[in-house]
């Protein structure tokens, strides 16, 4: 409950950044997905290994694959969207993709 008190204060205090990000690998895929109602808008993306919060202790899953974020991110009624580090949007087809510049 604390996670998505902050996010929230967040999302209303720091009007200055662009995007609130719910690491869904600190907090638990549920608790992100729940997250994108209380102002996030990034649960970061699909992730192969994970070594520092799990080195830590994480219990959570070591990795997730894109199937099951757009998942997530779609049963939050939200729309799934692919970025890079710049938050430009990616396009991708069968063997290629797109940076928007």
Do not use: C
Request: aromatic fraction near 8%; avoid cysteine.
């Amino acid at each position: 409950m604390m996670d998505l008190r902050q996010i929230a204060v967040g999302r209303l205090l720091l009007d200055n950044f662009a995007h609130v990000k719910s690491y869904w690998q600190m907090v638990s895929p549920e608790m992100a997905q729940i997250s994108l109602r209380f102002g996030a808008d990034d649960i970061d993306g699909t992730v192969i290994e994970e070594k520092i919060y799990h080195d830590a202790g994480a219990t959570t899953p070591q990795g997730m694959r894109r199937e099951d974020l757009v998942r997530l991110i779609t049963e939050a009624g939200r729309v799934p969207f692919e970025r890079d580090t710049l938050y430009r949007a990616v396009t991708r087809s069968e063997d290629t993709f797109t940076v928007a510049v």
